[in-house]
């Protein structure tokens, strides 16, 4: 009888360190392969409310990753590009008057296809070209 | 034992004698109790068996339960320090790939682009501090510095019509402490810049540096001899004018 209790405890036990087990090795294989952007798993939060509240140069300096060849998740991308063209706009200027010619013109050229990948952002894109150049002190 | 026909030595047990073959009724005694004897071991082997065939399942529960406490240990420790792996494992990647990640480090810096450099070297965890990257070591301590300086001033300047921002004067404090810690550190670099095999690109990044204050934040280099010669207040007073306007 003893015995039994014994087995069927030590069962229950087992149970909960198979489930324990499980659970760990999820956590573990997801640590394993996050990528850079998601390590933080605020920043896209953090990025999709600064350009709600139109910081956008809170959302350029959030999204310096994507400039560094990082890998974002698909369903962050768009707040991303839109953190790069506030990023590019706010470099561009700098880029012009210290002659980096080539560097300029593959801003713009980035800067342009950002716009074209994303139509839907129209408003939003003429906002934060506004911002930067409301931002150069005359 | 002795046989009492031919006395040759016999054994305990024996029937018969092995020498003269007289039936020894002498070791009636030691053969009875030998057969019980055995009749005994094979009762306790059976018991024994019974009795561990009864165990077996809570032996092997035991064990199961030894390998998911194994299992929980290992996985605990992995999860716990998965991102030193990663980055352990990023590191030996970049050292493989030096060749490659050279001429991508030095695209960014040709063009300029120190902040997309700074990027570029945090993502793909560059140890700058051991080969075969080192010779980065000084560059890399003054584009952190540089990356904070732009970070800090972009988040400074840049809003919309109708921002909300939170506390302004952190931006404040931000980008006093950056511009700070940058031309500080170009002061007293920790080791000689003029020696430095990517020494152009420091001073390039001094000079856009120099014209990032002037876009930005209205310091030509007049305005930045006088801002760099005022005390730290009049310093914070300078940049609440300009950063904290209607």
Same mark, same amino acid.
């Not at chain 2, 002795?2 to 305990?12: D, F, Q, T, Y």
């Given at each position: 009888?003893?015995?039994?209790?014994?087995?069927?405890?030590?069962?229950?036990?087992?149970?909960?360190?198979?489930?324990?087990?499980?659970?760990?090795?999820?956590?573990?294989?997801?640590?394993?392969?996050?990528?850079?952007?998601?390590?933080?798993?605020?920043?896209?939060?953090?990025?999709?409310?600064?350009?709600?509240?139109?910081?956008?140069?809170?959302?350029?300096?959030?999204?310096?990753?994507?400039?560094?060849?990082?890998?974002? %998740?698909?369903?962050? %991308?768009?707040?991303?590009?839109?953190?790069?063209?506030?990023?590019?706009?706010?470099?561009?200027?700098?880029?012009?008057?210290?002659?980096?010619?080539?560097?300029?013109?593959?801003?713009?050229?980035?800067? %342009?296809?950002?716009?074209?990948?994303?139509?839907?952002?129209?408003?939003?894109?003429?906002?934060?070209?506004?911002? %930067?150049?409301?931002?150069?002190?005359? | 034992?002795?046989?009492?026909?031919?006395?040759?030595?016999?054994?305990?047990?024996?029937?018969?004698?092995?020498?003269?073959?007289?039936?020894?009724?002498?070791?009636?005694?030691?053969?009875?109790?030998?057969?019980?004897?055995?009749?005994?071991?094979?009762?306790?082997?059976?018991?024994?068996?019974?009795?561990?065939?009864?165990?077996?399942?809570?032996?092997?529960?035991?064990?199961?339960?030894?390998?998911?406490?194994?299992?929980?240990?290992?996985?605990?420790?992995?999860?716990?320090?998965?991102?030193?792996?990663?980055?352990?494992?990023?590191?030996?990647?970049?050292?493989?790939?030096?060749?490659?990640?050279?001429?991508?480090?030095?695209?960014?810096?040709?063009?300029g682009d120190y902040t997309g450099f700074a990027a570029f070297k945090e993502y793909h965890n560059i140890a700058e501090w051991e080969a075969p990257y080192d010779d980065l070591r000084l560059l890399w301590s003054i584009t952190g510095k540089y990356s904070a300086l732009v970070t800090n001033v972009e988040a400074a300047v840049m809003f919309g019509p109708e921002a909300r921002r939170y506390r302004p004067e952190d931006d404040v404090d931000g980008c006093h402490w950056a511009i700070h810690n940058f031309y500080y550190e170009l002061e007293h670099p920790e080791s000689d810049i003029d020696s430095d095999p990517y020494r152009?690109?420091?001073?390039?990044?001094?000079?856009?540096?120099?014209?990032?204050?002037?876009?930005?934040?209205?310091?030509?280099?007049?305005?930045?001899?006088?801002?760099?010669?005022?005390?730290?207040?009049?310093?914070?007073?300078?940049?609440?004018?300009?950063?904290?306007?209607?």
């Amino acid at each position: 009888m003893t015995k039994k209790v014994v087995f069927i405890l030590s069962i229950i036990i087992n149970i909960i360190l198979g489930i324990v087990l499980v659970c760990n090795l999820i956590g573990a294989s997801e640590n394993l392969k996050f990528e850079y952007v998601e390590e933080d798993t605020i920043r896209p939060d953090s990025l999709r409310m600064y350009l709600d509240m139109q910081n956008y140069g809170v959302a350029a300096s959030l999204s310096h990753p994507i400039r560094g060849g990082a890998q974002i %998740a698909a369903e962050d %991308a768009d707040y991303y590009r839109l953190g790069e063209y506030a990023d590019l706009l706010f470099l561009k200027a700098i880029f012009d008057k210290s002659g980096n010619t080539d560097t300029l013109k593959d801003c713009e050229t980035r800067l %342009a296809e950002i716009r074209e990948e994303m139509p839907d952002y129209g408003i939003l894109f003429d906002k934060i070209e506004q911002s %930067a150049e409301q931002a150069i002190v005359e | 034992m002795k046989c009492i026909s031919c006395g040759a030595e016999i054994g305990l047990t024996d029937h018969v004698c092995p020498h003269c073959g007289r039936v020894l009724t002498e070791t009636a005694a030691h053969q009875a109790a030998q057969i019980q004897y055995q009749n005994d071991s094979e009762l306790t082997k059976r018991k024994a068996g019974k009795t561990l065939a009864g165990n077996i399942p809570l032996v092997i529960s035991a064990f199961v339960m030894l390998l998911l406490v194994i299992g929980i240990a290992i996985t605990g420790y992995v999860k716990k320090n998965a991102y030193h792996f990663r980055e352990d494992a990023q590191r030996k990647e970049s050292v493989n790939k030096y060749d490659e990640y050279s001429a991508a480090i030095r695209e960014y810096l040709d063009a300029g682009d120190y902040t997309g450099f700074a990027a570029f070297k945090e993502y793909h965890n560059i140890a700058e501090w051991e080969a075969p990257y080192d010779d980065l070591r000084l560059l890399w301590s003054i584009t952190g510095k540089y990356s904070a300086l732009v970070t800090n001033v972009e988040a400074a300047v840049m809003f919309g019509p109708e921002a909300r921002r939170y506390r302004p004067e952190d931006d404040v404090d931000g980008c006093h402490w950056a511009i700070h810690n940058f031309y500080y550190e170009l002061e007293h670099p920790e080791s000689d810049i003029d020696s430095d095999p990517y020494r152009d690109y420091i001073y390039d990044m001094k000079e856009k540096a120099d014209l990032l204050l002037e876009i930005y934040l209205g310091l030509d280099a007049t305005g930045r001899d006088a801002y760099f010669a005022a005390s730290d207040l009049e310093q914070k007073v300078y940049l609440e004018e300009v950063l904290i306007h209607d």
